[in-house]
């Protein structure tokens, strides 16, 4: 069945720094939603990507979809404390049932 | 956030008790799921129920059984569980339509402990 990859599975930074995390499907996708939990929280939803090539800005965030609809990233630009989370990524693959398959997630510390 | 309600938010129970958890969603949505997130699977999808109608499961074991009044509630009776079904059960509603797929709204979680 359809797998949806996330890496780094963690990754500390210092406030300030850069973040990425990537996600990749093991299958061609339709559209891809972006979500974060903060500690003791819940998801929340934050962007979805349906064209290929998409990028989407939301101050700070950078979101991208692959040329060929199978990656998409996010770029966080000068993390501060307030984005400590888990970022998830969703895939659907539409030819694997109309379902979203959620990547295992990459957990984000920011040290002040 | 209220769109989305879960009670109880934590329950411990033994493995002979029978509970059941509760989700209401109040975005006038069309489909509701159960997903089930530990440390070992992040977000695992048990349950979806589209206009009411149990559209997917994913290879759930009996001891969790969904219920769906009506589409703005929803359960997951427990009974007999085992101590590995110990994680947080988060309820999430969505707007579908024909080949669309909607954001997803999540509720705050039942944090379940089985001794």
């Known amino acids: 069945g359809q797998q949806v990859m996330q890496i780094p599975q963690y990754q500390h930074v210092q406030e300030g720094e850069d973040f990425t995390t990537y996600c990749n499907s093991s299958t061609t996708l339709s559209n891809i939603q972006w979500y974060k939990q903060r500690p003791g929280g819940h998801p929340v939803f934050l962007i979805q990507?349906?064209?290929?090539?998409e990028v989407k800005k939301q101050k700070r965030l950078t979101f991208q979809f692959g040329e060929a609809k199978k990656n998409s990233s996010l770029h966080i630009t000068a993390t501060q404390t307030t984005d400590v989370g888990t970022y998830f990524c969703a895939g659907l693959d539409n030819n694997a049932g109309n379902m979203l398959t959620f990547g295992g997630g990459t957990r984000l510390m920011v040290k002040p | 956030e209220t769109g989305v309600t879960q009670t109880p938010r934590h329950l411990v129970m033994g493995m002979t008790n029978k509970k059941s958890l509760k989700c209401e969603q109040h975005?006038?949505?069309?489909?509701m799921y159960w997903y089930k997130q530990s440390a070992k699977k992040p977000l695992e999808l048990m349950f979806v129920y589209n206009f009411k109608e149990q559209t997917e499961n994913n290879s759930v074991p009996s001891r969790f059984s969904p219920e769906c009044p009506n589409s703005s509630h929803l359960f997951l009776h427990l009974h007999t569980l085992q101590p590995e079904d110990s994680a947080l059960y988060l309820c999430a509603s969505s707007q579908e339509g024909l080949g669309l797929v909607s954001e997803q709204y999540f509720g705050p979680g039942t944090r379940l402990t089985v001794t």
């Open positions: 990507l349906v064209k290929s090539g």
């Open positions: 975005l006038g949505h069309n489909a």
